[in-house]
Structure formats: structure tokens, C-alpha cells
């Protein structure tokens, strides 16, 4: 943990069951006129969309929809939804549905206050101005992209994942409504909210943590423990959904001012390589991550223990944070992600790839433990076994 830190929140947050209701007035509140809303076909299949869009002419606001948002957002696609929103004339962003829409609407905001490409203005802040006015409206409680102030964009070209990391793409209001989590399918609710576990735990043991964060991060563990297995399990149980999505957005906050580790390094190299969903290849490698990392800091890893459930009765730090380790595979296959060989596409011959793609990652150095290519090559093999 560091003691000379900053800690920014520049989003504000609208958070409460039917906050949606008040997007028309949010959008005027802003100045927008010419509104381009980010989705993606999941949206639209679940009749999210369509409640948006009736608010917003209801609210007689003028705006245009790009719905093809992906998976890992590619760059291409952003490209795509940007010279939409600039034909249109667009001055406000709505960014509607899971870290993907989130993420690309901050990317067609960043090109249409600074033209290029958006390779262009990857890396730390890299901005010359604010993006344009974004509202971000998250219907997964995982990502925290609604809260964060950066965008993870996939280089098709190197098939890497980049980051825009600058405090002016932060959204200018968070719009979270428990209501619209409710029809989100079982998997992607355990997947997402095994994201949202991964930011907390990474936020909380990486080098950069401060005592804000820490506070943050230890909060949203205890949700998602709490609240994670019934929100799967019983997707229109309310009480669950609002405790997840508050957690996400905590976790989001605490990640945000702190970092993400080597968990997030590896995921994101799987991701842009095979496109896995980030919250499977999180929660994949979160355990194995989180063991290798125990000897950086036994207590830290001993207190996330504690909150996964384990018990200090007579043991030492050490012992406590293993069980960890066993806690984080438990809950994992409670809410059924499934295992790295059952995915099918991934080969251990990239493995290699794979591991120096890690090491390059903008947060490889939050990384409580130094960890070499290869050092993430055996956590990659390790994960892949399931040992
Ligand atoms: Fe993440």
C-alpha cells in the first residue's frame, strides 16, 4: 500500500431502481442535442433498447443508434460507430449495456474531439481535451466501466488489447439501475461478477493501493461473496441485483484510483487473442494468480481469505491465504465458469505468445510479485490444467 496518493471520482453517480426513467432529463442537463446511443445486439434482443429509445423520444431527444458493439471491442468497430455518430453530428454519447458498449463509446468520444485513429491515443494520457459528454448506463454489475477512466479497445493488427488511460474519458454520469440487470442471462451474471471480484481483489493486493481503495475494495469482496451466488442463481431477485451493482461500481472506483494485476495482464492477452469474455478468463486465472502472489504480501492475501470465508482460528497467515485460493475455485464452479480446457479454443502452444503479450501490459508492474514470461507462462499452464 502507498501513503502518497490521489484519488479522483469526476462521474457522478444516479443510482436507484427506475433511474433510467430519468435519461431525457440527464441528456438536456448535459447540453446534448444530437445524441449517439452504443449497444449491442444482446441489448436489443432483451428489450433494453427499445425502453431506452422510448424514454428518449418520449423526452424528444433527437439521436441515433450504433447496436453492433462486440465482444472485446475492436477497434474497426469503433471506427464504425465513430463515423456514424460524426455524419450524424453527434455532441453526446450514450454508452448502453456491458464493459464493451461502455468502452466503445468512449472511444467514438475520445475520435470525435480529436479526430485520428484510435491507436492514435492509446497509452497514459495520451488526451489533449475531454472526450465529448458521456452517459454511461451499465446493465452488467462487473466491468465499472461506467466509473473508470479508461477504455480497453483490441488492436486488430496485433490482435493486442490497448488502453486509452486518461482521466478525460471518465463519463460525465453513471446512471445505474439495479431493474435493468434483472434479465441478464445466469452466465454472463456469474462472469461479469467474477470480474467484478477480480477488480477488488487486484485493486486491493496490487503495488499502487491506497487506503481509500483498500476500503473500497475490501466492501465490494464482501458483496459479491454475499450476493454473487444468488444473483446467478435467482436472476429477478432484486435485493441481489442492487447489491452486485452497487459492488461492481465500488470495485470500479477502487481499480479506477488503484490498478488492476497479473489476473487482468493474462485475461486480457486470452481475450485478444481467442476472444474469451473477460469475467471466464478472469476468473480462470484469478486463483492460480492469486497464489503466486501470496508471498508479495502473506497478510493482504490473508484478509482476502477472511472475506471469501476463510477462517484465522489457529493458523498462520499463510495457511488462511491458501484457503483462499481453494475459496476463489469454489466460487468459481458455484456459479458454474467454466475451466480453460472445456473452452475449446485454447492451444498451449500460444502459450508462449501469451505470456509475453502478459508481461507487456500496461499493469504488469501493479503486479504485487514480479512476475517473468516465464512465470506467466506456468500460471497460463497451471490454469490450463486446472492443478
Ligand atoms: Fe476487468
Not at 454520469?173 to 461478477?193: C, K, N, R, W, Y
Request: net charge negative.
Amino acid at each position: 500500500m502507498i501513503w502518497d496518493f490521489q484519488f479522483h471520482l469526476p462521474t457522478r453517480i444516479e443510482f436507484g431502481n427506475g433511474k433510467v426513467q430519468e435519461l431525457a432529463s440527464r441528456v438536456r442537463e448535459l447540453g446534448g442535442e444530437k445524441v449517439l446511443l452504443v449497444t449491442d445486439q444482446g441489448i436489443v434482443k432483451s428489450g433494453i433498447l427499445q425502453k431506452v429509445t422510448d424514454i428518449l423520444k418520449n423526452g424528444s431527444i433527437d439521436f441515433v443508434v450504433y447496436d453492433q458493439v462486440k465482444p472485446n471491442p475492436r477497434d474497426v468497430d469503433c471506427m464504425d460507430a465513430y463515423r456514424l455518430a460524426k455524419e450524424a453530428g453527434v455532441d453526446l454519447l450514450i454508452g448502453l449495456g456491458g464493459g464493451s458498449s461502455m468502452d466503445t463509446a468512449k472511444a467514438v468520444g475520445t475520435l470525435l474531439t480529436h479526430s485520428g485513429e484510435i491507436k492514435d491515443w492509446y497509452g497514459l494520457n495520451a488526451l489533449e481535451r475531454p472526450i465529448s459528454p458521456l452517459i454511461c448506463i451499465p446493465t452488467t454489475a462487473g466491468t465499472g466501466s461506467e466509473i473508470t477512466f479508461f477504455s480497453v479497445v483490441t488492436d486488430t493488427q496485433t490482435k493486442l488489447k490497448m488502453n486509452i488511460l486518461d482521466i478525460r474519458v471518465a463519463p460525465k454520469i453513471a446512471l445505474l439501475d439495479p431493474e435493468l440487470t434483472v434479465t441478464l442471462p445466469p452466465h454472463v451474471t456469474a462472469s461479469t461478477g467474477m470480474d467484478a471480484l477480480t477488480h477488488a481483489i487486484e485493486a486491493y493486493t496490487c503495488t499502487i493501493s491506497e487506503p481509500i481503495t483498500d476500503a473500497l475494495a475490501l466492501y465490494a469482496i464482501d458483496l459479491i461473496v454475499q450476493y454473487l451466488p444468488t444473483a446467478v442463481q435467482e436472476g429477478s431477485n432484486i435485493e441481489a441485483r442492487k447489491n452486485m451493482l452497487a459492488a461492481s461500481l465500488i470495485a470500479g472506483i477502487a481499480f479506477g484510483n488503484s490498478d488492476v494485476g497479473g489476473v487482468h495482464c493474462m485475461a486480457e492477452a486470452l481475450g485478444g487473442l481467442y476472444d474469451t469474455p473477460h469475467g471466464v478468463a478472469n476468473s480462470m486465472l484469478l486463483p492460480y494468480v492469486f497464489e503466486y502472489n501470496i508471498p508479495a504480501d502473506v497478510e493482504k492475501h490473508a484478509v482476502v481469505a477472511q472475506r471469501l470465508g476463510a477462517s484465522r482460528d489457529g493458523k498462520s497467515a499463510l495457511e488462511t491465504a491458501l484457503e483462499g485460493v481453494e475459496l476463489l475455485k469454489k466460487l468459481a464452479e458455484t456459479v458454474q465458469i467454466p475451466k480453460m480446457k472445456d473452452l475449446g479454443n485454447v492451444n498451449p502452444t500460444d502459450f508462449s505468445y501469451l505470456a509475453e503479450a502478459a508481461t507487456q501490459n500496461v499493469s504488469a508492474p501493479s503486479n504485487p510479485r514480479k512476475a517473468s514470461k516465464e512465470d506467466y507462462l506456468q500460471l497460463f499452464q497451471k490454469a490450463f490444467e486446472g492443478a
